[in-house]
Nanobody, 118 residues
Framework: QVHLVESGGGSVSAGESLRLSCAAS????????MGWFRQAPGKDREVVAR???????DYADAVKGRFTISRDSAKNTVALEMNALKPEDTAVYYC????????????WGPGTQVTVSS
């Protein structure tokens, strides 16, 4: 059974950094794609970064060059390193998983709040 739990959110000032972590039980990274998504107040949820079962990654244009997704197979965790944070990065951040070749992300964590003040 897949279970995802995020941690590491908080409140920071613009320009600072945060590292989010997702504890992913029941997930074999060789068989699952992992993703970080976010939802700001009044907006739709959007993809931030994805790491595929192959190890490949992609990023939303808004975070390219500032955010990095990584995984640790020994600890079964997925991280999102966020640098040079901007107020527009303020959102609830979610970790998600989908089986490889799957059409959509089926498994979601409860989310963690990130607030960036100017």
């Amino acid at each position: 059974q897949v279970h995802l739990v995020e941690s590491g959110g908080g409140s920071v000032s613009a320009g600072e950094s945060l590292r989010l972590s997702c504890a992913a039980s029941g997930v074999n990274f060789g068989l699952f794609d992992m993703g970080w998504f976010r939802q700001a107040p009044g907006k739709d949820r959007e993809v931030v970064a994805r790491m595929f079962w192959t190890g490949g990654t992609d990023y939303a244009d808004a975070v390219k060059g500032r955010f990095t997704i990584s995984r640790d197979s020994a600890k079964n965790t997925v991280a999102l390193e966020m640098n040079a944070l901007k107020p527009e990065d303020t959102a609830v951040y979610y970790c998600a998983a989908r089986p490889r070749f799957g059409a959509q992300f089926d498994y979601w964590g409860p989310g963690t709040q990130v607030t960036v003040s100017s």
